[in-house]
């Protein structure tokens, strides 16, 4: 273990300070570089770059792991329900049975929206994404929450984003507006928000509830990834927490990142309708001159399997059997990535199936279309988002504020 690492910049020594994570991450702090040495540092797409300090969750992307306060994310999928998870996450451990009953009372307690968000809702084109629909509402919301507690703002978010996306879905089918049912547990209340006809019972398939449950845990938290960052930098300006997770929204929107989602069922759609010859897509995907990417492959992070995508693979495939349907798409999924995996350029680049990769199948196994895919996952990254938003604060990080290498014009005068 170094405690300093020495610089030699053009015959000049410099000793930066080394920091450690609890899990083998090593960092040089070169916060005061510039300072001594005049240089910056360059590093596009922050890839090599740490800008916090965190203790939510880790990855190790060599191994393929994926920890929640130290949980390992096999296990959370196995002992606890989405509540549980993001009780975790927003407090640092588990809840006991106690704290439990009281976060899900209080969450249940502000289970309403005001009636202008029904208004706001009608002024809304129908033809917007629902991840347009669900980011603009989260950030009007702001307008009619008044908290004294900061912790109520991560209640109130709790229990209004399912109500918000199920307001988004039945505006796009063209259902009336359905009220959450305070005698249900969360994703039974989602459920029903979501498919339950008025004026008639509804009962909901535990089947499809448990992957529901599963999907949402394994959406809750993924360190700095690029909506969370966008979440942590618009609170390190001292943005409010709403306008914070609706930007965090518009960045998990992005088809690079929680959007993939709809793009991976797009694409084997595609690949299905084109006859299904899996190693074109595959050469495509491999030719640098096209733009095709094979979506819901590679992460900046794994060099590994995704740990989430392999529970995804399962939870398909059980879900897909339980409910007895046949899904060409899944056949097709599993017969891509088999492809892929074999093949060199893959390899090499160590590309592996992402949790968006099967995700998607099974959200249409459950019913969501296409263009929710995206809104289920903000859904269970909810959780994530505010952790790393209150984790901001209680470490007081500075503002978020990179710098530049200048290439445009050197210093000019008009000439007229
Ligand atoms: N298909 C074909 N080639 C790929 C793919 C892919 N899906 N992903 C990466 N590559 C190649 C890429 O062309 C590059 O090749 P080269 O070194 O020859 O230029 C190399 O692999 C490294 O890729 P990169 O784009 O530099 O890596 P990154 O860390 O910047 O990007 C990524 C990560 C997830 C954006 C990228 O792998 C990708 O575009 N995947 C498809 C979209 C996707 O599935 N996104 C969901 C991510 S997981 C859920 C989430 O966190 O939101």
Known sequence: MYSVVNFNINGYHYKFPV????????????????ESTGFITFDPGFKNTGMTKSSISFIDGEKGELLYRGYPIEQI????????????ILNGELPDTA??????????KFNHLHKEMNQILDHIPNFYHPMGILSSLTYILDAFIDCLQEEDMYIHLLAKLPMLAALTYRKKVGGPPTHPDHHLDYISNLLKMFFSVPNQSYEHNPIIADALNKLLILHADHEQNC?????????????????SISAGMTALWGRLHGGANQAVIEMLEDILKSGGNIKKWIEKAKNKKDPFRLMG??????????????????VAENVIQELGISDPILELAKNLEENALRDSYFIEKKLYPNIDFYSGIIYQAIGIPKDMFTV???LGRLPGWMAHWKEMKLNRDPI?????????????????
Not at 99 to 108: G, H, M, P, T, V
Not at 300 to 308: A, G, Q
């Open 19 to 34: 920091i450690y994570g609890t899990c083998y991450d090593k960092a040089i702090n070169i916060s005061k570089l510039r």
């Open 77 to 88: 999928i196995k002992k606890c329900s989405f509540i549980e998870t993001s009780y975790l």
């Open 99 to 108: 704290q439990l009953k009281s976060f899900s009372e209080r969450i249940k």
């Open 227 to 243: 909506s969370t960052t966008t979440v942590r930098l618009l609170g390190s300006a001292h943005a409010g927490l709403f306008s």
């Open 297 to 314: 492959f590679g992460h900046r992070i794994y060099k590994n399997f995704d740990p989430r995508a392999k529970i995804a693979k399962q």
């Open 376 to 378: 289920m996952f903000a």
């Open 400 to 416: 978020g504020r990179p710098r530049q290498i200048y290439i445009g014009y050197k210093k000019r005068n008009i000439k007229k």
